[in-house]
């Protein structure tokens, strides 16, 4: 079974720029959540999406957003980048379950400039 | 509010010793969930163990184990002979009510030496 397909694996933007990034869930998983990890901050939860809605969402500014389509498929949108955003972002995924493991992916190391 | 912490910030041992990695979390919800994941360099979080706050019974994985405490709020993880191929970085993380949020802790990275 295919695991969670991140891409691209690396991006490297000018601040002020907008970005997106692609995951694709283990084949069956309902749910999709995005996490941002940075040496400073660590791990921090970005939002959840469940059949096509967002069902939890972090402490990040709107500039962060995100969407999952009919086939589970989930992007992450970043618009006017600042340098703090660059970090490791990590997509996850799981059947769906409250609590269920979260299965992540080789995740996108996003650099702005 | 809910918090992990993983006071061990880098641990380096020698092939074949044993390693305990600790976890203390923080929580109000009498249901919670547990977590163990490990990141090599690759990048990705490989998902090791859930432990959820009804079951404290410790559990053996080959050389992996777990020890959870309820009493203490520790969820400890020991890697018996150790190898070369356990170094990276080791998460804990908690998870409580109806949320699939994962509060993470800030990691221990271990380094196996041959």
């Known amino acids: 079974k295919a695991g969670v397909t991140q891409t691209p694996r690396y991006l490297i933007k000018t601040r002020g720029q907008q970005v997106t990034l692609s995951c694709s869930p283990i084949?069956?998983?309902?749910?999709v959540s995005w996490y941002q990890q940075t040496p400073g901050q660590g791990l921090q939860f970005l939002f959840e999406?469940?059949?096509?809605?967002?069902?939890n969402k972090g402490n990040f500014p709107g500039r962060f957003s995100g969407r999952q389509f009919s086939n589970s498929r989930s992007e992450m949108n970043v618009s006017t980048l600042e340098l703090g955003d660059s970090a490791l972002y990590l997509c996850?995924?799981?059947?769906?379950?409250?609590?269920?493991?979260?299965?992540f992916g080789n995740g996108t190391r996003l650099t702005v400039t | 509010a809910q918090k992990v912490t993983q006071a061990q910030t880098e641990i380096s041992v020698v092939e074949k010793e044993d390693v305990t990695l600790d976890c203390v979390y923080e929580t109000r919800d009498t249901t919670y969930y547990l977590f163990w994941y490990k990141q090599p360099p690759s990048g990705e979080l490989v998902f090791l163990i859930r432990?959820?706050?009804?079951?404290?019974q410790n559990e053996i994985s080959g050389r992996y184990s777990w020890n959870f405490q309820k009493s203490t709020s520790s969820f400890n993880f020991t890697i018996t002979a150790s190898q070369v191929v356990d170094s990276a970085v080791y998460f804990c993380?908690?998870?409580?009510?109806?949320?699939?949020?994962?509060?993470f802790g800030t990691g221990t990275l271990l380094a196996v030496q041959p």
């Open positions: 084949s069956g998983h309902r749910s």
């Open positions: 432990r959820n706050s009804f079951d404290e």
């Open positions: 996850a995924s799981s059947l769906g379950g409250y609590n269920s493991p979260l299965h």
């Open positions: 993380a908690l998870n409580g009510g109806a949320t699939n949020k994962l509060i």
């Open positions: 999406y469940f059949s096509e809605t967002q069902r």
